[in-house]
């Protein structure tokens, strides 16, 4: 019986190693990238942790991929290869929201409004699209937002508002 227990010890601690590498190595290339692109670290975590909790291989119901839930349009689109590739789902992602950045004059709630949603309908309603999913979506991104200069809080307040 203690040898069992040992052995699940052992093979626990290995997968959190491999769980806290694949972490490291995700944080780093979201750091990178951010950077790089000009996008805070901070949203770029955020929509990480909305869209996967930081599971370099999850799939969603839908068949999004990866860190950053890359759709399989999306990812040719970027040049997105391998969406389970921590590199490449995170370099994607990363250049995505910096064409959304751009497209929407850098205003965050719009950004992750049209990640979560599209871009077509996000242009065309702005923030009076109240679809309750794209509002818990952008209200979650921007509570793990540590600076929200470009993530305003009072519209977000009027977009809940007409959701009730």
């Given at each position: 019986?203690?040898?069992?227990?040992?052995?699940?010890?052992?093979?626990?601690?290995?997968?959190?190693?491999?769980?806290?590498?694949?972490?490291?190595?995700?944080?780093?290339?979201?750091?990178?990238?951010?950077?790089?692109?000009?996008?805070?670290?901070?949203?770029?975590?955020?929509?990480?942790?909305?869209?996967?909790?930081?599971?370099?291989?999850?799939?969603?119901?839908?068949?999004?991929?990866?860190?950053?839930?890359?759709?399989?349009?999306?990812?040719?689109?970027?040049?997105?290869?391998?969406?389970?590739?921590?590199?490449?789902?995170?370099?994607?992602?990363?250049?995505?929201?910096?064409?959304?950045?751009?497209?929407?004059?850098?205003?965050?709630?719009?950004?992750?409004?049209?990640?979560?949603?599209?871009?077509?309908?996000?242009?065309?309603?702005?923030?009076s699209y109240a679809n309750p999913d794209v509002v818990r979506y952008v209200v979650?991104?921007?509570?793990?937002?540590?600076?929200q200069r470009n993530f305003p809080k009072s519209n977000l307040k009027h977009i809940q508002g007409r959701t009730r």
């Amino acid at each position: 019986m203690r040898f069992g227990v040992l052995i699940l010890i052992l093979v626990s601690s290995c997968f959190a190693t491999n769980s806290s590498q694949s972490r490291r190595e995700a944080e780093y290339y979201v750091a990178t990238y951010a950077q790089h692109y000009g996008i805070p670290t901070d949203f770029v975590r955020a929509i990480v942790e909305h869209e996967s909790g930081w599971r370099r291989c999850a799939v969603s119901a839908k068949g999004a991929v990866g860190l950053m839930q890359l759709m399989p349009g999306t990812a040719r689109q970027l040049n997105v290869s391998h969406r389970c590739d921590v590199n490449e789902n995170v370099s994607g992602g990363v250049r995505l929201l910096a064409w959304l950045s751009r497209r929407f004059h850098g205003d965050l709630r719009l950004v992750a409004a049209a990640y979560y949603a599209g871009v077509r309908i996000v242009k065309l309603r702005g923030l009076s699209y109240a679809n309750p999913d794209v509002v818990r979506y952008v209200v979650s991104v921007r509570a793990g937002v540590g600076d929200q200069r470009n993530f305003p809080k009072s519209n977000l307040k009027h977009i809940q508002g007409r959701t009730r």
